[in-house]
């Protein structure tokens, strides 16, 4: 299973970038899709989530600003990111909760090789 990430770059504060992430492999069914972040010295933490019965959940710093959406039976993945600021620098890594065709009794968790955004002031 590989997750590609895109639509990273750099923007000034208040600015707005779009994420695109698409899952691909033997994949049987995606319990969840989401999105990370790892600024740094500050460990991983969540920024939204959206599952298979498409409900979301949003950090804290985010909410109101950012918002998720997918499609996990085709295996697509966006967050559109909008009022961006400084502290929302960092690497965003795509996430997905994965059924694989070989597995189906269980899920495992899948990480994409992150995209860099990049908010000056």
């Known amino acids: 299973v590989q997750l590609q990430a895109s639509g990273g770059g750099s923007v000034q504060a208040g600015g707005s970038l779009r994420l695109s992430c698409v899952a691909h492999?033997?994949?049987?069914?995606?319990?969840?899709m989401g999105w990370y972040l790892q600024s740094p010295g500050k460990e991983r933490e969540v920024v939204a989530v959206?599952?298979?019965?498409?409900?979301?959940n949003y950090g804290d710093p985010v909410k109101g600003r950012f918002t998720i959406s997918g499609d996990l039976n085709k295996r697509t993945l966006s967050l559109q990111m909008d009022s961006l600021k400084p502290e929302d620098t960092g690497v965003y890594y795509c996430?997905?909760?994965?059924?694989?065709?070989?597995?189906?009794?269980?899920?495992?968790?899948?990480w994409g090789k992150g995209t860099q955004v990049t908010v000056s002031s």
């Open positions: 996430y997905g909760q994965v059924v694989v065709i070989m597995a189906v009794m269980s899920s495992r968790d899948y």
């Open positions: 492999g033997n994949i049987y069914t995606i319990r969840a």
């Open positions: 959206i599952s298979d019965d498409g409900s979301t």
